[in-house]
């Protein structure tokens, strides 16, 4: 018997003789979304939640109906996998990571891409929109990570330190600092304006993988 029936067992009204038929063990689980031809790398919700945009090994990304499960459109154009997408703070742009070392800014209305952005020197692991949306910020196995100018694509600064690979990248709240995780067993902490270290965390014996700010920007983990 499901968990919700056998709660409410002893409230079913008398007259009622015929109950629907129902799983033993309802299941979480609400949709599956098939369509990639190889592993899903990475998913990522827009900020009104009615869209998933997922990345795959198959070099596409696939924009979902989060209410129906539907696939809208397949974004192709990398020639590798696509390790990571993420939404701008409005919804109107995806940007994605690959190995095959670009950033590219896709029109999530359109499904076009607008913008490739080219400087990295190894595959691209992560990336990141500033909470207001102008700058993108990405992570590499070349050991940096860059800030973009979204509106124009350039790259606006390269952040130097990390002696191994770069795994991710996060925003502080406000914008005005960037944390990034590395295979080197630390973090660190920038300053965006000016491109500067403002603080390197050590403790970790081995590689770290992801960062996220808490939602007052005082503590990072």
């Known amino acids: 018997m499901s968990v919700v029936r056998e709660k409410f067992q002893d409230h079913i ?3 009622i003789q015929r109950l629907p038929k129902v799983e033993n063990n309802w299941n979480a689980l609400l ?4 369509g990639h031809s190889d592993s899903v790398c990475a998913v990522a919700f827009s900020p009104d939640g009615k869209l998933l945009a997922s990345g795959s090994q198959d070099d596409t990304i696939k924009l979902w109906d989060a209410g129906s499960g539907v696939a809208i459109s397949t974004l ?41 952005l080219e400087g990295h020197l190894d595959w691209v692991c992560a990336v990141a929109f500033s909470p207001d949306g102008k700058l993108l910020a990405s992570a590499s196995h070349d050991n940096t990570a860059k800030l973009w100018d979204v509106s124009s694509g350039a790259a606006l600064s390269m952040l130097e330190s990390h002696w191994n690979s770069v795994y991710a990248v996060a925003f502080s709240p406000d914008g005005k600092l960037l944390a990034s995780a590395s295979e080197d067993n630390t973090v660190k902490l920038w300053d965006v304006g000016s491109g500067a270290v403002l603080r390197t965390f050590e403790g970790h014996s081995g590689s770290v993988w992801a960062v996220a700010f808490s939602q007052g920007g005082r503590v990072l983990a």
Do not use: C, N
Not at 31 to 34: D, H, I, N, V, W
Not at 79 to 97: I, R
């Open 13 to 15: 009204p008398r007259w």
């Open 76 to 116: 192709e154009g990398h020639s590798d996998s696509v390790w990571a997408v993420a939404f701008s703070p409005d919804g109107k742009l995806l940007a994605s990571a690959s190995i095959d070392k670009t950033v590219k800014l896709w029109g999530t209305g359109s499904g076009v891409v607008l913008q490739t």
């Open 31 to 34: 949709q599956t979304l098939e």
